[in-house]
T-cell receptor, first 110, second 117 residues
C-alpha cells in the first residue's frame, strides 16, 4: 500500500526551477516527509526532509501544505546533473526504515 | 570520508553458486541497511542492523539469503544457492542515529550489480 503518490515523469528546462509534487493524504502526525534522488547507476542520495514546516538546504526547498497532505520539492535552478529519479517517502518518527516507491523521473533539458 | 564501500561492483555467477556481497559502512555509523533494486520491484529493504545486531529481516526473500555484521566496519550479504531471479543491484547504506535534526539520513554505497546466469 503506497503511502505517497508522485507523477511518473516530468521535464524541466535547465536553469529553471523544478517543482516536484507529492501526495501523502494519509500521513500521520508522527510521520516525516523525506526526499531522495537516484542518479542513473548510483545509489540513492538524501535531499531533504520535514515534518510540518517548510525546509531549505543547499540542494532544495521543501514546501509542505498546512494540512500536511501534500508537499513540493523545489530545485531552484535545475542543471543537467539534476536528471534523476526523485523519491518522496513518508517515514515514521524513530523508525529507520525507508520504503521507496516508483518515484518521479525528472529529465532536465538544455 | 570514503563513503560506503561495496565490493565487488559487478558479479557474474552461474545458477547454484554461492555469492557473497560485502559492505563497509561509514566510520562511526551505527545503522546498516541492505537493499535490492530490480526493474520489476524497485528498491526494496532486505534487512537492517543496529550496532551490529539484526533488527528487521522481514524483507529477506527466503532462506537462501543471509546477512551478517561481525563488527562495526563490515557486513556481508550471502546468497546460497543463487538463482537467475536474484539478478539485481544490491545496495548497502549506513546511517547515524545521532545525526543533526534527527535526520536519519541514509548514505548509500555505489551498489553491486549481480547477474546470475
Amino acid at each position: 500500500d503506497a503511502k505517497t503518490t508522485q507523477p511518473p515523469s516530468m521535464d524541466c528546462a535547465e536553469g529553471r526551477a523544478a517543482n516536484l509534487p507529492c501526495n501523502h493524504s494519509t500521513i500521520s502526525g508522527n510521520e516525516y516527509v523525506y526526499w531522495y534522488r537516484q542518479i542513473h547507476s548510483q545509489g540513492p542520495q538524501y535531499i531533504i526532509h520535514g515534518l510540518k514546516n517548510n525546509e531549505t538546504n543547499e540542494m532544495a526547498s521543501l514546501i509542505i501544505t498546512e494540512d500536511r497532505k501534500s508537499s513540493t520539492l523545489i530545485l531552484p535552478h535545475a542543471t543537467l546533473r539534476d536528471t534523476a529519479v526523485y523519491y518522496c517517502i513518508v517515514r515514521v518518527v524513530n523508525d529507520y526504515k525507508l520504503s521507496f516507491g516508483a518515484g518521479t523521473t525528472v529529465t532536465v533539458r538544455a | 570520508d570514503a563513503g560506503v564501500i561495496q565490493s565487488p561492483r559487478h558479479e557474474v555467477t552461474e545458477m547454484g553458486q554461492e555469492v557473497t556481497l560485502r559492505c563497509k559502512p561509514i566510520s562511526g555509523h551505527d545503522y546498516l541497511f541492505w537493499y535490492r533494486q530490480t526493474m520489476m520491484r524497485g528498491l526494496e529493504l532486505l534487512i537492517y542492523f543496529n550496532n551490529n545486531v539484526p533488527i528487521d529481516d522481514s524483507g529477506m526473500p527466503e532462506d537462501r539469503f543471509s546477512a551478517k555484521m561481525p563488527n562495526a566496519s563490515f557486513s556481508t550479504l550471502k546468497i546460497q544457492p543463487s538463482e537467475p531471479r536474484d539478478s539485481a543491484v544490491y545496495f548497502c547504506a549506513s546511517s547515524l542515529s545521532r545525526a543533526r535534526r534527527s535526520s536519519y539520513e541514509q548514505y548509500f554505497g555505489p551498489g553491486t550489480r549481480l547477474t546470475v546466469t
